[in-house]
Every structure is written in structure tokens, then in C-alpha cells.
């Protein structure tokens, strides 16, 4: 087996792989209300584009592939391509990002596809609250999707963005879901991945103060260990079932570690979740590059990695600041 490792001697196993740009929500914290533009279809990565580049990374040594999005059930055909991709030799564990819309009906086939793991977005199980933070009437479909995933017995993980003035009453509600369920509750700091170029030069709700907040409420709360490569700090309630992870995705504590790759909707390659791309797969695949062509493209960008998403920020191609729709990135 290959292994594949940055300049900074980090070992590179894990692929993010965002199979398209459109959603069914609006969460505001990820796109702006209206006047989205969506990229035309041919402009995205084909099926086949995909399932050749995580091949060739998995080739390279990549283990574990994430799809996200955009929603990425509402590109069409999407369980056929997880059940190709589940055919790559070598690949051994394919987890999935959603916002559980659509997701509820997929779960026994995506059960028999070999997905272990469905990170659920779900940033508030108030109603109300939902509809205010995603401006979509589907709670009751996210919530079914939750059910459903439990039922099965899938890996869940909640996602749940830590929003000033949005879901902060939801921090206790949401960690409590531990107790009598084995899932992981995992609140992430917000980023200014919004689509509108709003920025915040301090983030008061940062992983220091949902800690404490959290602290609070269970005083006997304890850090437990992290897997290898976790963004998340993982914490546990006694006598409770599941666990709460932090992750500091603005604060970026984690970054000497990072183990993954993004690939974008349209091809590009991100080594961080900060830096503005640093080659179209797309156009290197539509120029007629071979495999060995293709794998060494990857392996300069591997050589030329930020060593933390503060430096990849700074060295934005376009010196823009960060603000581009997560939707665009898969987060
Ligand atoms: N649509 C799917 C979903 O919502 O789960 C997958 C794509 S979504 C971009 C992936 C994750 O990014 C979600 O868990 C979402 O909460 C998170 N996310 C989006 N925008 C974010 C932001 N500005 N800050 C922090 N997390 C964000
Ligand atoms: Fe859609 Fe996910 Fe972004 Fe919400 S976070 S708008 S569900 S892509």
C-alpha cells in the first residue's frame, strides 16, 4: 500500500469530495438567501472524472473518501455512484456529509453500499429555529432522516453550527441527545464560508466558549481520546451514551495534523480548507493527461502545502478574503 505525505511530513489518506454545488436549504451561515448562482452541469465534474480521480488516489495511498456538497442527493444518480466508487479496490471506508432531506428512503441502500457513517446537519431541533437557519420548511424530513439512521444502526454524527443569536439555546437540548443515543453531537465553530464576503474579525463563540457553556450545564463533563487526525476535541457526560466533539474550524487548532484533501464541485484541488485552489482536476483530466500525469500534478501540489490554514489564507491567489459559499467547498 502507497502512502502519500505533504511537505510537512503529514500523511494525506483522506479525500473530501463535494459532488455538487446545489442545495435544497439555504442555511444562511452557507448561502445567501437568493441569487445563488449554480455552475452549469458541464462545468462539474463528471461521474466518470470522479470515480477515475479517487482511484488514482486511492492508488496513491488515500483510504478514506467523504461525499458532500451542495446536497449531494440532489445530484441525480448519486447512489449509482456511490456503488461504483464502493467497487474501488483499496478504498476502504466511504462516509457521507447531508442535510438528511432526502436521505431517510437512501439509508437501507446506503447500508448494503458499505457507508458506515452519515454526518447529519442538524443545528437545531426547534422547528421554528430550523426554519430561521436553513429558510426551508423540511425539519420534519431532517428529523425522520435522524431516526432512520438510528434505527439502522449507521455511525451518526450531528453537525451542528454554533451560531451567535441562532441555536445557542440548542448547545444543552442537542448535548443531552447523548445520553440515551450512541451518536456524536459535534458543534463547529462558525466560519465566514457564507457566499456574501461577510467577515468577523473575532468569532465570540469559539471552541473555548462552547466548552465552558458546556461545562456549565454538565460539570462532569471529560475530554475522552480523539481518533487519529480528528478536527474535533471529543468529550463525554458520564453515564451518557454518545460523545460531543468541539471543532474549531475558525480558531484552526488542528491543522498539524490534517490528513485530507478537498476536491471542489467544479475540480479543483484544495490542500486547505482556506486556500483559494490549487489545480483544476477537471482541466487536467479535459487536456488529455494521463494517469501517471495526472498523479504527479497531485504529488507537486502535495509539495507545495500551507502548513496551516492561517498561511493558505494568506496566500489566497486572488488576496481576497475567505468568503465563498461551503456549499462550493463541502466543508
Ligand atoms: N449539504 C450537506 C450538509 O449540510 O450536511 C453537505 C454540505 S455542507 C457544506 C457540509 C457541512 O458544512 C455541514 O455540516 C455544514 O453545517 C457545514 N458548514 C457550512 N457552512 C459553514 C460555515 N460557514 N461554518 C461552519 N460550518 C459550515
Ligand atoms: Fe445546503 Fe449543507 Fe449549505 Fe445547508 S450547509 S445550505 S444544507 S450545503
Redo the contacts with the bound molecule.
Keep these: 500500500m502507497n502512502k502519500l505525505y505533504d511537505n510537512h511530513n503529514r500523511l494525506i489518506n483522506y479525500v473530501r469530495l ?1 459532488v455538487t454545488d446545489r ?1 435544497n ?1 439555504r ?1 444562511f ?2 448561502m445567501p438567501e437568493e441569487g445563488i448562482k449554480y455552475l452549469p452541469k458541464e462545468e462539474l465534474l463528471s461521474y466518470e472524472e470522479m470515480e477515475r480521480t479517487i482511484r488514482l488516489l486511492v492508488e496513491m495511498g488515500i483510504e478514506k473518501v467523504r461525499i ?5 442527493f440532489v445530484r441525480k444518480n448519486m447512489l449509482e455512484f456511490l456503488t461504483t466508487l464502493s467497487k474501488i479496490e483499496g478504498l476502504r471506508q466511504i462516509n457521507l ?3 438528511g432531506t432526502l436521505t431517510a428512503p437512501l439509508i437501507p441502500t446506503l447500508k448494503k453500499i458499505g457507508i458506515r457513517t452519515i ?3 442538524l ?1 437545531s431541533f426547534d422547528k421554528d429555529r430550523f426554519y430561521e437557519i436553513t429558510r426551508r420548511d423540511e425539519f420534519d424530513k431532517v428529523l425522520h432522516t435522524f431516526e432512520q439512521l438510528l434505527f439502522h444502526g449507521i455511525n451518526t454524527k450531528i ?1 451542528a ?1 454554533v451560531m451567535e443569536g441562532k441555536n445557542i439555546e440548542d448547545i444543552i437540548p442537542l448535548a443531552k441527545l447523548t445520553k440515551e443515543h450512541p451518536v456524536s453531537i459535534r458543534f ?7 457566499g456574501t464576503g461577510s467577515n468577523y474579525p473575532t468569532l465570540n463563540w469559539n471552541h473555548k466558549k462552547i466548552l465552558s457553556h458546556l461545562q456549565e450545564a454538565f460539570p462532569s463533563i471529560h475530554k475522552i481520546p480523539d481518533p487519529a487526525n480528528a478536527t474535533a476535541a471529543h468529550y463525554q457526560i458520564p453515564g451518557h451514551k454518545g460523545n460531543i466533539g468541539i471543532i474549531a ?1 475558525y480558531s484552526r487548532t488542528f491543522c498539524g495534523t490534517c490528513n485530507r484533501l478537498r476536491i471542489t464541485p467544479q475540480g479543483m484541488l484544495k490542500t486547505c480548507l482556506y486556500d483559494s485552489g490549487v489545480f483544476n482536476i477537471k482541466k487536467v483530466i479535459r487536456s488529455g493527461a494521463t494517469d501517471a500525469q495526472l498523479k504527479d500534478t497531485f504529488l507537486e501540489a502535495l509539495g507545495n502545502r500551507a502548513k496551516d490554514g492561517f498561511e493558505a489564507e494568506q496566500k489566497r491567489k486572488s488576496g481576497n478574503a475567505v468568503s465563498e459559499s ?2 462550493t ?3
Design positions: 463535494a442545495c436549504l442555511c451561515y452557507c458532500t456538497g451542495g446536497e449531494p456529509t447531508t442535510n454526518n447529519l446537519s443545528d453537525n453550527v463547529i465553530e462558525e466560519m465566514p464560508f457564507n474550524a461551503m456549499s467547498i463541502g466543508g
